[in-house]
DNA sequence: TAGATTGTTAATCGATTAACAATC
DNA sequence: TAGATTGTTAATCGATTAACAATC
């Protein structure tokens, strides 16, 4: 089996938010062309891209909304949600902290790390921030897949090989910079300023 | 001239954060192979990204740092800033809100609007919060290019034409819904759960 | 000058789109 | 059955990579 193209991949989730309104609203099974109505996107690629993901449709009827939110749970690494650190407890580590929303998008925050002295000891959405140095001894005893970076750029690189030391296998970078990484753990950028940077460009261009 | 590709001008920001650290640090050029190495492109292709949007260099010199920072600065339309109007003080809202490197990119947020009572006239960041119904009259005094939508999902679609009826001409929206605009608004999605996808089914691929 | 690096043209690679047979 | 929709193979399109001449 050919590995999915990493845009079809980053579609994934688009279809799956519709799927599971759709299924909350109680519809049984949906065709591409009404899926790519709703999300801007050729029926074709659509199928391709579910067809990557393992979703099987039926001929003259589509794709069971329910069957299908499940197997892109499944494929997206989302059914069984990973334990993650965040370090950075400033502006965007309070926001994602607060992000209920990633509970169904396989990522359960467990413990919030920075080095300010105002900040380690207080509590944040419910989450008690502790100082940077005290990360390793309390991974010891927990299982974290994911580490998420919300540190100004400059500290991202030390930050990140702290979080590889407590055996974190995946780091979810908020910062713009691109990390240094041993091959077994796998970095992904949030990339906020590029999606910031196409839409400020495309406004700035003389209107088509 | 042909227009840039999308994957490109997603990759500038990126070089933009490398050039300006390189600046502060008194350096006066670069190679493209140096910025290889630290963001880890491929020379000729930073060469190609660079070369689109206007950037050029000197043989056996490379590129000039501060030169080229000016030049994404304004390809990137980042030069000046546009102003915004946030709507969902939220989670994610508050962290945009409290986001001051967003000042480096060309989006300053003016104000922020919310619906629910226990927000509206309380103070976030600096910010006070406006009932969602002022917005309008607010927007008429102003000149607001961006909007920037925090809200659920099931309400994302409401506050996209909320904004476009008060002017503005371009939405970042932080939903997982694919918003309904007309040809002269343009909608980037921020697309966090994107890159979550693509981060949690690495993961869960069977090790290479 | 010699040599490193740019800028650009051509070749490759991969993703998207189109066409169509299979099937419920 | 007839017809809509899937799944897949082939064709197209566009981005990336390689090759190399231009140049400081």
Request: net charge neutral; with cysteine.
């Given at each position: 089996m050919?590995a999915?193209?990493?845009?079809s991949?980053r579609?994934?989730p688009v279809?799956l938010?519709?799927?599971?309104?759709l299924?909350?609203?109680?519809v049984e099974d949906?065709s591409?062309?009404q899926?790519?109505e709703?999300?801007?996107?050729?029926?074709?690629q659509i199928r391709?891209?579910?067809?990557?993901?393992?979703?099987?449709?039926?001929?003259r009827?589509g794709f069971?909304?329910?069957?299908?939110?499940?197997?892109l749970?499944?494929f997206l690494?989302w059914?069984?949600?990973?334990d993650a650190?965040?370090?950075?407890?400033g502006?965007?580590?309070?926001?994602l902290l607060g992000h209920?929303?990633?509970?169904?998008q396989?990522?359960?925050?467990?413990?919030?790390?920075?080095?300010?002295?105002r900040?380690?000891?207080?509590?944040?959405?419910?989450f008690?921030?502790f100082?940077l140095?005290t990360m390793?001894?309390l991974?010891r005893?927990m299982?974290?897949?994911?580490g998420?970076i919300?540190t100004?750029a400059?500290?991202a690189?030390d930050?990140?090989?702290?979080?590889i030391s407590c055996?974190?296998r995946?780091?979810?970078n908020?910062?713009p910079?691109?990390?240094?990484t041993?091959?077994h753990?796998?970095?992904?950028?949030a990339?906020?300023?590029?999606s910031?940077?196409v839409?400020?460009?495309?406004?700035?261009?003389?209107?088509?």
């Amino acid at each position: 089996m050919k590995a999915i193209p990493e845009p079809s991949l980053r579609r994934l989730p688009v279809y799956l938010e519709l799927l599971r309104e759709l299924r909350e609203q109680g519809v049984e099974d949906i065709s591409c062309t009404q899926i790519g109505e709703r999300t801007g996107q050729d029926p074709t690629q659509i199928r391709k891209d579910l067809s990557h993901a393992g979703a099987v449709g039926k001929p003259r009827v589509g794709f069971n909304v329910a069957e299908t939110c499940e197997q892109l749970v499944d494929f997206l690494g989302w059914r069984k949600n990973v334990d993650a650190f965040l370090v950075g407890a400033g502006a965007m580590g309070t926001a994602l902290l607060g992000h209920e929303l990633f509970l169904k998008q396989g990522l359960n925050i467990v413990a919030a790390f920075d080095i300010d002295p105002r900040k380690v000891g207080s509590e944040i959405h419910g989450f008690e921030i502790f100082h940077l140095d005290t990360m390793n001894s309390l991974a010891r005893r927990m299982n974290i897949g994911i580490g998420i970076i919300t540190t100004p750029a400059a500290t991202a690189q030390d930050v990140a090989d702290s979080l590889i030391s407590c055996g974190i296998r995946g780091i979810w970078n908020f910062t713009p910079v691109r990390l240094q990484t041993p091959g077994h753990v796998i970095a992904v950028n949030a990339a906020l300023s590029s999606s910031l940077g196409v839409l400020c460009s495309r406004l700035a261009m003389p209107q088509p």
